[in-house]
């Protein structure tokens, strides 16, 4: 049980384009979703988090109209990165939790690796 | 002080020793943690979580809660090379947030 896939695991785009990446929870309805960003060498970085049907929370320094976030499902959450630039590029992996399970622990995808060109 | 520290290592052992991780916590209302294994190039993956103060064992791993010493750490028995990873103490922050350590580096040499 427990299980989160992100999709998709690897993308290359070009500077100045947008990225949509997807996190699905396929055997629990995850109440929240969180999204990450980790560089290498470095540890997890939260950027948001995202309760189904409402606004997600974002972090200090991290900028709400470069990182779109819909929650739309119990699901389904997407991160999109809006114009991206190669200073982006980093591994996006998102985590959920809920739906009977222990509030606080948070089950992880496999991440995506983006970079941008 | 940070909210969550580990040393970041390496920690290396033998193959077939006992791999011990440590973590300190700054949040004295903290109630649970949690400890991933990550490896290279991969998402963290849960190991096991603890709310109690005292042991709790699954496996080969053995977590331990010393919330008066506002410690918690990671026993790995039988050390294998497979175990060579990253691994993340983590403890809540909020609502449902999870505050991480920056993982202790684990290298088990055969």
């Known amino acids: 049980g427990a299980v989160v896939s992100q999709h998709p695991s690897r993308v290359i785009c070009k500077s100045g384009t947008s990225v949509k990446i997807e996190c699905r929870s396929l055997d629990f309805q995850a109440t929240t979703m969180f999204w990450y960003r980790q560089f290498p060498k470095q540890s997890l970085m939260l950027m948001a988090t995202?309760?189904?049907?409402?606004?997600?929370?974002?972090e200090q320094g991290v900028e709400k109209d470069k990182f779109l976030i819909n929650h739309a499902s119990l699901t389904l959450s997407t991160l999109t990165v809006t114009s991206a630039h190669p200073e982006d590029s980093s591994f996006y992996i998102c985590?959920?939790?809920?739906?009977?399970?222990?509030?606080?622990?948070?089950?992880f995808g496999p991440g995506t690796r983006l970079t941008v060109l | 002080q940070k909210e969550v520290e580990q040393n970041s290592g390496p920690l290396s052992v033998p193959e077939g020793a006992i791999a011990s991780l440590n973590c300190t916590y700054s949040?004295?209302?903290?109630?649970?943690f949690f400890w991933y294994r990550q490896y290279s190039g991969k998402s963290p993956e849960l190991i096991m979580f603890i709310y109690s103060n005292g042991d709790k064992e699954d496996g080969r791993f053995t977590a331990q809660l010393n919330k008066a010493s506002q410690y918690v750490s990671l026993l790995i028995r039988d050390s294998q090379p497979s175990d060579s990873a990253t691994y993340l103490c983590?403890?809540?922050?909020?609502?449902?947030?999870?505050?991480f350590g920056a993982g202790t580096r684990l290298a088990v040499h055969p």
């Open positions: 949040d004295r209302g903290s109630q649970s």
């Open positions: 985590s959920a939790s809920g739906g009977g399970l222990s509030t606080d622990t948070q089950y």
């Open positions: 983590a403890a809540p922050r909020g609502y449902n947030k999870l505050i």
């Open positions: 995202s309760n189904e049907g409402s606004k997600a929370t974002y």
